[in-house]
């Protein structure tokens, strides 16, 4: 069992900057974000195998995610950001193989002025 534990969220008014973290508890081979809008299904923003990293293309060249394979820690540098990336943001990892699939419990993001 793995566990995933999220910090970072909050409101920032557009253009501005947030940095999510998620720590896991265990070994994972994939680890990434996904977010859910209100009223919309949650999507792939962006996730990191090995140093590989993959993006929406919606936040292409705004969002950069990163790995420290030392403290099993996973960020998500957003920037630039946009009204319409509010959402609930939430940490997902892979990991036996890609058998077992964990989700964080969510981390709000408000981009507001």
């Known amino acids: 069992q793995v566990q995933l534990v999220e910090s970072g969220g909050g409101l920032v008014q557009p253009g501005g900057s947030l940095r999510l973290s998620c720590t896991a508890s265990?070994?994972?081979?994939?680890i990434g974000w996904y977010r859910q809008a209100p009223g919309k299904e949650r999507e792939l923003v962006a996730t990191?195998?090995?140093?590989?990293?993959t993006y929406a293309d919606s936040v292409k060249g705004r969002f950069t995610i990163s790995r420290d394979s030392v403290k099993n820690t996973v960020f998500l540098q957003m920037n630039s950001l946009r009204v319409e990336d509010t959402a609930v943001y939430y940490c997902?990892?892979?990991?036996?193989?890609?058998?077992?699939?964990?989700w964080g419990q969510g981390t709000q993001v408000t981009v507001s002025s």
């Open positions: 990191i195998t090995g140093g590989s990293p």
């Open positions: 997902h990892a892979l990991a036996g193989g890609s058998k077992y699939s964990y």
């Open positions: 265990g070994s994972i081979n994939r």
